[in-house]
């Protein structure tokens, strides 16, 4: 079955301190992957995604995320986290076409 | 870029009331549209695909005659909640793929149903 996994709830870090949102996938043939965010009451936000070429991909926001095929994960990282970085993470998989599965969601809580 | 509009961002309304939310993509032509809920805390549940001039595919356990989905031109899908009650209350989110093969999705910013 085609799921991706985000394995933390939250994530708590200090302003100005690197961050990673982790994200792990299942799927048969290439992944295409995703990441999203979400600010209360709003509808998701396109970072960033993967779908051949680097395993480096750099998204909007200075976000860029890791692709690794043999750990079959795509974390998102942040060099210095910023306290508006504060919201809801989701890593998507798109599974044919059309159709995207989500994970559950990581809270980014970014501390002054 | 892209931009999904979706309208309208709050409704309450009593039990037993239909409820009609509209979604467009304003920058763009979308052959396919989706809707989903999310519940508090949680992830999106997709609930049906829109498909421009066919009948929406909808996802198990999903009731098509509780959740109408028309999708009658390539900017415009509306999701309609028939005789909605108190369980029925959510975030509803749409979004839509531009044309060509590898383009994310883009979400409109949801409604927020609630059923008194």
């Known amino acids: 079955a085609q799921s991706v996994a985000q394995p933390e709830d939250q994530v708590n870090v200090a302003e100005g301190n690197p961050l990673t949102v982790k994200c792990t996938y299942s799927v048969s043939g290439n992944p295409y992957l995703f990441w999203y965010v979400q600010y209360p009451n709003r509808g998701l936000q396109f970072l960033l995604k993967y779908i051949t070429g680097d395993n480096l991909v750099k998204g909007s926001y200075g976000f860029e995320a890791e692709f690794n095929k043999s750990q079959t994960s795509f974390h998102l990282k942040k060099p210095s986290a910023l306290v508006s970085d504060s919201a809801l993470y989701f890593c998507a998989v798109r599974v044919n076409f059309n159709k995207f599965y989500f994970g559950s969601g990581t809270k980014l809580n970014v501390k002054p | 870029g892209a931009v999904v509009s979706q309208h309208p961002s709050w409704v309450i309304c009593k039990s037993g009331t239909s409820v009609k939310i509209e979604c467009r993509s304003l920058?763009?032509?979308?052959?396919?549209m989706f809707w989903y809920r999310q519940f508090p805390k949680q992830s999106l549940m997709l609930m049906a695909t829109?498909?421009?001039?066919?009948?929406?595919?909808?996802e198990q356990g999903v009731e098509k005659d509780k959740f109408l989905i028309n999708h009658a031109s390539l900017t415009l899908s509306t999701l309609t909640v028939t005789s909605a009650h108190p369980e029925d209350s959510s975030f509803y989110i749409c979004s839509a793929r531009d044309r060509g093969r590898n383009q994310p999705q883009h979400f409109g910013d949801g409604t927020r149903l609630s059923i008194l």
């Open positions: 829109s498909n421009e001039g066919s009948k929406a595919t909808y």
């Open positions: 920058d763009f032509q979308a052959t396919t």
